[in-house]
């Protein structure tokens, strides 16, 4: 049965490149369902990308493919070419420490590098050229044995596991940070711009424009407002930094 195809990339939903690549899927894999789940990760942003493409490629049915782009390095010879198989996942893009929050969380990892070439590789747009044909025959059950060269496993330092910066915003305004809210003591406090905040369990636990922090969907903390954009309440932006205590 022909699988899905996740989508996940810094490129934005404006210009040719999110069709471009599309457009090789749909060529190389008809049959198989393209789903965006980001266009607009934090562009050059690596590890803000990371911790996202772990935190929401969750829930996916068994076997998923996910094409996953965060490149500033592109066509540089010591950024390798990586498929990664998580669980029961397919990760395709590039080894730039972009599935590193991925391996950090999950045991089950195998690891190739793609070896194969196209007759026609640009120098700055592996996305379409590389990735994209690998993506498109793992969706539809074929391993390109080939074109792969297995790899051990690479040891990703745990210490990175934690990211205690902004990493994405959202439509409403929510403020998500990289940080995993496993096991985290719901009496923490948030600082963030000079403002103490609070913990409440959802939306509906606080007055209208409150500021609060909860355990969102995707396990990360997030920092929200009640019918209003923390975001534009807080002036936050990616990247800046966040104190728990």
């Known amino acids: 049965m022909p699988n899905m195809i996740v989508l996940s990339t810094d490129f934005g939903l404006e210009g040719p490149y999110i069709g471009q690549v599309k457009a090789v899927l749909y060529q190389e894999a008809p049959n198989c369902r393209v789903i965006d789940l980001f266009s607009d990760l934090p562009k050059y942003n690596i590890q803000a990308s990371a911790v996202l493409l772990a935190a929401y490629s969750h829930g996916f049915p068994d076997s998923t493919v996910f094409l996953s782009i965060v490149d500033p390095g592109v066509g540089m010879p010591e950024r390798p070419a990586v498929v990664m198989k998580v669980g029961s996942h397919w990760f395709v893009g590039p080894d730039n420490g972009l599935f590193d929050q991925l391996m950090m969380r999950d045991n089950e990892v195998q690891r190739w590098q793609i070896v194969w070439q196209p007759d026609q590789l640009s120098n700055s747009f592996h996305a379409r050229d590389l990735f994209a044909p690998i993506a498109a025959e793992l969706a539809q059950g074929i391993f390109p044995e080939g074109k792969l060269k297995a790899q051990s496993s690479v040891a990703v330092s745990a210490r990175n596991r934690i990211y205690p910066y902004v990493v994405y915003i959202d439509h409403f305004g929510n403020v998500i940070t990289g940080i995993w809210s496993d096991d985290l003591d719901t009496k923490k406090i948030v600082e963030f711009h000079g403002r103490e905040i609070s ?43 966040i104190t728990l205590r």
């Open 199 to 241: 913990y409440a369990r959802t939306f509906g636990e606080v007055a209208f424009g409150a500021l609060f922090w909860y355990k969102n969907s995707s396990g990360l903390i997030e920092i929200a407002s009640n019918c209003s954009s923390a975001a534009k309440a807080l002036g936050a932006s990616i990247g800046d930094t």
